[in-house]
């Protein structure tokens, strides 16, 4: 007999699951495939960090998988060559300069991009096989600080919180971090959690008022790096009001005495004084906390890229530690991670004074633990050189290799002009990248081609200890290898085995083994009960948070839960604090204080958010911000072109003019870098300082000025063809979903403008010119069989077209004479002057949304329903909010009820 097969449909839609790629929230994801093909993707309803949501950049994964840009084939010195030969000469290169100069001669610089798989076997490499720990990560310059606060406080990187933390919580304190725009998804939760909650009180600590202000109650514009005082000061008035739980104090921690002493004479006035807050809102933010049964901080950037972040943390984390708010529902010091896998980088030892699995490489005995194991020739006896550390020793030569994989310091690490020193001394600069082209690679000898994302299979680590995995969907792009079959292939040929995996799954079991090797309940983090799962249970592993072993086979949600911590005592460390300013402070020739962040829409360099014309809608390019008052002092208007000079470097941007911004200060996007402009990377404004105990950069104050930059002609031009870097004095580049557009200035008026245009890799066989003498404007376009494929305007200053009128002309099949009328005037229909857009999901701009909101639209899920805006991923409510605060009749009385530094006076949230 024989048995009925399945039926096999054609266009079958299949579901595979995997995780975002981006912040360190670690979504799920649902990836709809047809034919083998990525179709769709949304979030995954059951996974449980974000039950089904997602963010505008989550929601645009798939339009930045193109294989533009990719670099498909390794290179050496500029030549395609086979992997064998590629990982041959890396290999004997590295032999070559260990064997004259030693091993800490050379380094790896990765990234909390890689998955846990491939972090492990580089760290493996170099500390238990090279013999250095000369390996450090790109997660040294977000999340360091973090990782040293907690050691101090629990013996071991612990993060004891969880997200269900954040709902249910009585008080969140939101301190350096403008979630709504960094974890949108977990903003969103925290949005839904006051709506089930009306009582829950949030509080917004944060120099700058930000989207995250809008939910806020109480708005505190902290003075710039005086967190510690503040933290410090809320400790003195836990003390004096009897807010503290001293049977926990007596019982779960030591040194509070020595800590009690340190913050005496933080009274409130004396700390609002030294914060610049309101003495009277600042006690009742105090009295929020010590009143409420939870209280959550919730910490990232501002806290943590400090000189003094590591003291800062613990300064928080004292206060729970005093008030007994900790290891429990809805309560926590709650450091949120920027990257997909910081905490895995974290749980394998990927910076240079970690040993893999929470050990420590100054610890003999976790050296030996760690080298038999692995069964290593040798193993690092001491930390190596730090990030910034690192490239200081490769400019002076005392390290002369360095392997760069999946991060780009060039545009990350502070001081860009000390990297590129560096790098364009290093006799061997290796790079691992899944793109063709960034401003590192520049520098690269040997590049070798990585799979991306869609492509990658393995593991991450989120903010809340949970573990998810990351599934290869498709293919990996021309020779792509994964970064661990790379590392592997480098090392055999160096000589060493125990590189011979052949599946990721082989390395996670590792992995988890070693972090149960000899652990007898000393260390947290142990995921022994995963070191035995087959492939296939790899494959289906489900996300899970750690410790996951025999006392907690399924994970664990509460970590210290019985009060025991992972210090030699039990006990947690209170840990006594002095506040630090930071190190740059204004002076006579600086005096603008700088600070610098994420914008809602791109993510780190822009190497895959820029590939999705949506995610550049919504902020289209790089603005300074600044007070009004200091834009007068200055004589600066909204749209101007300002240098902004530090004692490091320069960068050249327009101006936005903003209430958000305290007087004195400015703020800078930290996205662009040279593959999109010519003078943006804001990492040329900040100097290598660092906190001295995590080696974390301070990247969120500097010393700066600005003076009006002057150009004869500005130029603006679309194109549909190939981006070629214009050959001009100033230029930035969008790119949008039918053209790229370009913003140019030069300091000599161009002789033909027409010739050119002509010039610029543009495929056109007709030209049109118009020119207006009055407001000495000129206009050009150029078609091909009437298909619009070039735009230009030439004026004296700084102009704009809307970009939905762009997009809507090159898509078009052909333009109407009507449609090139008008754009020979630069006068698009009013049915595209729609001003900024703020909705990316559904193209909803500013205009039609204030005239909804003055029709009577009070709320955003009105504005939802009539526009669409904010139904979708939601990462636009907090602006719709902001709209809504400033537009709607009788806005004035409008949240009286919340208490800011202006008395209830609603700032509107800007693009920047």
């Given at each position: ?504 799954s082989e390395i996670f079991s590792e992995h988890a083994a ?60 209170f840990i006594a604090i002095s506040p630090q300013l930071p ?330």
């Amino acid at each position: 007999m024989t048995l009925a097969q399945p039926l096999q449909h054609k266009h079958t839609t299949l579901i595979k699951q995997s995780t975002c790629a981006y912040c360190g929230v670690g979504c799920g994801v649902d990836i709809s495939l047809q034919n083998n093909v990525a179709t769709a993707i949304s979030g995954t309803p059951e996974h449980p960090a974000n039950h089904g949501r997602l963010c505008i950049k989550g929601t645009n994964l798939l339009a930045t998988q193109s294989d533009d840009n990719r670099l498909t084939q390794p290179e050496i010195n500029g030549e395609q060559v086979d992997w064998p030969t590629a990982t041959n000469y890396v290999a004997e290169q590295f032999k070559d300069i260990i064997a004259e100069h030693g091993s800490d001669a050379v380094a790896f610089y990765v990234s909390g991009q890689l998955l846990t798989e491939d972090y492990y076997v580089a760290n493996k490499l170099m500390k238990g096989y090279i013999g250095s720990g000369n390996i450090d990560t790109n997660s040294r310059l977000c999340m360091s600080s973090a990782v040293a606060g907690y050691k101090r406080a629990f013996g071991e990187d612990v993060v004891p919180c969880n997200y269900q933390d954040l709902e249910q919580t009585d008080v969140l304190f939101i301190v350096g971090s403008n979630a709504a725009w960094a974890h949108p998804v977990l903003f969103q939760r925290i949005e839904r959690a006051k709506q089930l909650n009306p009582q829950m009180q949030v509080v917004v600590i944060d120099p700058r008022r930000t989207a995250t202000a809008e939910i806020a109650e109480h708005y505190l514009a902290i003075k710039p790096g005086t967190d510690g005082a503040f933290f410090n000061g809320l400790l003195h008035y836990l003390n004096a009001n009897n807010a503290l739980d001293n049977e926990f104090i007596a019982k779960h921690s030591q040194g509070f005495e020595q800590t009690l002493a340190a913050c005496a004479k933080w009274d409130v006035t004396t700390t609002a004084q030294y914060c610049e807050l309101d003495a009277k809102q600042l006690t009742q933010v105090y009295q929020l906390f010590a009143s409420s049964k939870t209280a959550i901080s919730f910490y990232s950037m501002g806290i943590n890229q400090s000189s003094s972040g590591v003291d800062k943390c613990n300064a928080i984390i004292n206060c729970h530690l005093a008030s007994g708010k900790i290891a429990k529902a809805g309560c926590g010091p709650f450091s949120i991670t920027g990257q997909p896998n910081a905490m895995g980088g974290r749980e394998v030892g990927g910076l240079a004074n970690q040993l893999a699995a929470h050990m420590d490489i100054t610890n003999s005995e976790h050296r030996d633990i760690v080298q038999t194991f692995w069964q290593s020739p040798t193993m690092a006896s001491g930390n190596g050189s730090q990030a910034v550390e690192l490239f200081d020793k490769i400019k002076s030569g005392e390290i002369k290799a360095v392997w760069i994989m999946a991060t780009n310091p060039m545009v990350s690490l502070p001081n860009r002009n000390e990297i590129a020193s560096a790098l364009s001394q290093c006799d061997l600069v290796v790079v691992s990248d899944c793109v063709a082209n960034n401003d590192t690679l520049d520098f690269a000898k040997v590049k070798l081609p990585a799979t991306s994302w869609l492509e990658k299979n393995g593991t991450v680590t989120n903010s809340e200890r949970r573990i998810s995995r990351q599934r290869g969907i498709v293919k990996p792009c021309g020779e792509a290898k994964h970064d661990w079959q790379i590392i592997c292939d480098v090392a055999t040929k160096m000589g060493f085995s125990g590189f011979n995996y052949t599946h990721p799954s082989e390395i996670f079991s590792e992995h988890a083994a070693l972090s149960g090797y000899k652990n007898n309940g000393q260390r947290v983090f142990d995921i022994s009960a995963l070191s035995t799962l087959s492939t296939s249970e790899y494959d289906a592993l489900k996300p899970v948070q750690w410790p996951i072993n025999s006392n907690y086979p399924e994970g664990c949600a509460r970590v210290f839960a019985d009060k025991k911590f992972a210090t030699a005592s039990g006990k947690a460390n209170f840990i006594a604090i002095s506040p630090q300013l930071p190190k740059q402070q204004t002076c006579k020739q600086f005096p603008l204080l700088l600070n610098s962040g994420r914008i809602r829409d791109q993510w780190h360099t822009m190497t895959r958010t820029s590939k999705a014309g949506k995610l550049n809608q919504h902020t289209a390019k790089p603005l300074l911000s600044i007070n009004p008052t200091d834009a007068s002092v200055y004589g600066v208007q909204a749209g101007d072109l300002v240098a902004v000079n530090s004692n490091t470097g320069e960068v050249i941007v327009g101006v936005d003019i903003s209430d958000n911004i305290r007087q004195g200060q400015v703020f800078l996007p930290i996205h662009w870098n040279k593959q999109f402009a010519s003078h943006a990377n804001v990492s040329n404004l900040y100097p290598s300082v660092v906190d001295p105990i995590s080696g974390q950069p301070e990247t969120k104050q500097s010393a700066v000025n600005i003076k009006s930059k002057h150009y004869q002609q500005h130029v603006q031009f679309h194109c549909n063809s190939e981006f070629v870097k214009p050959q001009a004095d100033f230029w930035l580049k969008t790119n949008n979903q039918y053209c790229t557009s370009q913003q140019l200035a030069f300091t000599e008026k161009l002789s033909d403008e027409l010739a050119w245009c002509k010039a610029q890799n543009v495929q056109a066989s007709q030209w049109l010119q118009f020119s207006d003498p009055q407001n000495q404007q000129s206009f050009i376009i150029g078609l091909e069989q009437n298909k619009l494929v070039c735009l230009a305007v030439f004026s004296p200053l700084p102009s704009e077209s809307e970009p939905q009128w762009l997009e809507h002309v090159f898509s078009a099949k052909e333009v109407s004479a009507q449609e090139i009328s008008a754009m020979l005037q630069g006068k698009p229909s009013d049915a595209f002057a729609n001003g900024k857009q703020i909705c990316s999901c559904f193209g909803v701009a500013e205009k039609p949304i204030i005239a909804a909101i003055k029709s009577g639209c009070n709320s955003v899920e009105q504005l939802g329903k009539k526009l669409s805006c904010g139904t979708n991923c939601g990462s636009c409510k907090s602006e719709l909010s902001a709209l809504i605060s400033q537009h709607q009749v009788g806005s004035s009385d409008v949240n009286s009820n919340k208490s800011t530094e202006n008395e209830g006076n609603r700032i509107p949230v800007l693009a920047v």
